[in-house]
T-cell receptor
Framework: DGGITQSPKYLFRKEGQNVTLSCEQN?????MYWYRQDPGQGLRLIYY???????QKGDIAEGYSVSREKKESFPLTVTSAQKNPTAFYLC?????????????FGPGTRLTVL | AQKVTQAQTEISVVEKEDVTLDCVYE???????LFWYKQPPSGELVFLIR??????QNEISGRYSWNFQKSTSSFNFTITASQVVDSAVYFC???????????FGTGTRLLVSP
């Protein structure tokens, strides 16, 4: 089955720790995205990548980092510099990243900072 | 600036009722794309529809229909004969030409009771 997988589903972190969220897709899509969702709010873009070894900051990139070493994978690291990391994180992908694209989403990772 | 407004925070209906979810958008671009996504309790965003700004034809897909009106900058979503499985948060989103970012509304939570 083609799709986007995210792991883990739930993640707990102590303050001051970095944590990495996994996102993998087997749709052969070039573009991948990370969004953050807070309760009662829409999604906000953290980072996106249109091609391997290249990525761009979104609206709320501070305190986050990404890498894109493989087409299928786009991990997100939430660093200790992120002031309020507790949120629901959604990864998405699209075929080429152009404006005509449709983004498809994974199941999400819920991060809680203890 | 891009903006999407979903003024209805939560709607409750009884099964078999029709329900319309409102979406109003703001953009300075003449070419743009509008989307609706469904987020069930599991959390994953499910793509429902994409509409191009130059195509104002309304669309029907089973019990779902969409009314796009450029004159009022609205892209409303109607569910006919609602079912309990329709209970979810529904997001409207906008993407402008040349931008990879989806701008989301804050979502409308739909509760369908038996």
């Amino acid at each position: 089955d083609g799709g986007i997988t995210q792991s883990p589903k739930y993640l707990f972190r102590k303050e001051g720790q970095n944590v990495t969220l996994s996102c993998e897709q087997n749709l052969n899509h070039d573009a991948m995205y990370w969004y953050r969702q807070d309760p009662g709010q829409g999604l906000r873009l953290i980072y996106y990548s249109q091609i391997v070894n290249d990525f761009q900051k979104g609206d709320i990139a501070e305190g986050y980092s990404v890498s894109r070493e493989k087409k299928e994978s786009f991990p997100l690291t939430v660093t200790s510099a992120q002031k309020n990391p507790t949120a629901f994180y959604l990864c998405a992908s699209s075929s080429n990243g152009w404006s005509t694209d449709t983004q498809y989403f994974g199941p999400g990772t819920r991060l809680t900072v203890l | 600036a891009q903006k999407v407004t979903q003024a209805q925070t939560e709607i409750s209906v009884v099964e078999k009722e029709d329900v319309t979810l409102d979406c109003v958008y703001e953009t300075r671009d003449t070419t743009y794309y509008l989307f609706w996504y469904k987020q069930p309790p599991s959390g994953e965003l499910v793509f429902l529809i994409r509409r191009n700004s130059f195509d104002e034809q309304n669309e029907i897909s089973g019990r779902y229909s969409w009314n796009f009106q450029k004159s009022t900058s609205s892209f409303n979503f109607t569910i006919t004969a609602s079912q309990v499985v329709d209970s979810a948060v529904y997001f409207c989103a906008l993407k402008e030409t040349g931008f990879q970012k989806l701008v989301f509304g804050t979502g409308t939570r739909l509760l369908v009771s038996p």
